[in-house]
């Protein structure tokens, strides 16, 4: 299930804040909460609007930080190539070519992401930098770097899976990764390497 899934559960827009999921999940519980629902559907209803605040806890962010990095946005620096795997995402030419199809504003939100991004991959916060890519890919779904980014994210959080015994889930977000960037060998090398040991791990 993609972050925007367990958004739309709360009847909520991609990205919103964490105020807004907390705001969203009180007033749904309300609702569908056994105790005072005692319908079966509101019993499952209950359940999946839980999951997804649950889920979700970990990936909005509050009203300041959003409000914040929109006004500190500055000048657009083109993001050098993605580091955290060492794999090679696109060649100068064409991450120029990239850039130059996006409008300024998209450039920003773009090098901004890509730096917040480094961030929540390095300190391991997955669903967190899961959501922010997923929310990037839908806002310039044309761009190569950010499909690759995407893929590399859900790499490295399927090998994390893979470390915390969680096989089935890391086995879904591997298939992800390689579906998202099947072109990239680099990664496939990767996710195979990840496979390997998922299977010893079995």
């Not at 580091?83 to 996006?102: F, G, H």
């Not at 773009?110 to 916060?125: A, D, G, I, P, T």
């Not at 994390?160 to 977000?173: G, H, Q």
């Amino acid at each position: 299930m993609d972050t925007a899934d367990y958004y739309r559960r709360l009847g909520l827009r991609s990205g919103a804040s964490l105020e807004a999921v907390k705001a969203s999940y009180r007033q749904l519980a309300r609702l569908y909460h056994p105790d005072v629902n005692p319908d079966h559907l509101a019993r499952e209803k209950f359940i999946a609007v839980t999951e997804a605040y649950k889920f979700l806890l970990d990936v909005a962010r509050p009203e300041a930080e959003i409000f914040s990095q929109s006004e500190s946005q500055q000048t657009v620096v083109s993001p050098p190539p993605f580091q955290p795997l060492r794999v090679k995402v696109t060649c100068k030419e064409t991450a120029v070519k990239n850039n130059n199809n996006l409008s300024e504003t998209e450039q920003k939100i773009k090098h901004n992401s890509y730096l917040e991004l480094q961030q929540l991959l390095k300190y391991k916060r997955f669903p967190r930098a899961i959501a922010l890519i997923e929310g990037l890919a839908q806002r310039i779904p044309q761009d190569i770097e950010v499909r690759q980014w995407q893929a590399i994210t859900y790499q490295r959080f399927g090998r994390a899976l893979i470390k915390e015994k969680k096989l089935e889930k890391a086995r879904s977000y591997l298939k992800k990764a390689l579906k998202t960037d099947p072109h990239n060998r680099a990664l496939w090398t990767e996710v195979e390497r990840d496979f390997r040991q998922l299977e010893r791990v079995f």
